[in-house]
């Protein structure tokens, strides 16, 4: 019932750009905190971006200037607008969904590469 599929990954040169989105079904998703993660093998997963309910925002300070974060309650979505992307930003992107701690959805994943 409850479901979060990311769409929008793929490879791309340094310098480029991506638009991720994450499309949500069965939850009430106006009252959801919607956040993406990223992870790369035999690292630690990372908080990317957050919004909020209300529509407060928060970055990860390699992102900040680059990324933007945005939802459409009307549509059920959140995407991620990813500007200037490096090598680095090479990773699997989740999105997840909270609306108190430990109620955590989590989406399959979308891969981005950044290469040339």
């Known amino acids: 019932q409850v479901q979060l599929v990311e769409s929008g990954g793929g490879l791309v040169q340094p310098g480029g750009s991506l638009r991720l989105s994450c499309a949500a079904s069965g939850i009430v998703f106006r009252l959801y905190t919607m956040t993406w993660y990223r992870q790369v093998p035999g690292k630690q997963r990372e908080l990317v971006a957050r919004i909020t309910y209300g529509g407060s925002t928060t970055y990860v300070d390699s992102v900040k200037g680059r990324f933007t974060i945005s939802r459409d309650n009307a549509k059920n979505t959140v995407d991620l607008q990813m500007n200037s992307l490096k090598p680095e930003d090479t990773a699997v992107y989740y999105c997840?969904?909270?609306?108190?701690?430990?109620?955590?959805?989590w989406g399959q994943g979308t891969q981005v590469t950044v290469s040339s």
């Open positions: 997840n969904a909270r609306i108190t701690v430990g109620t955590d959805t």
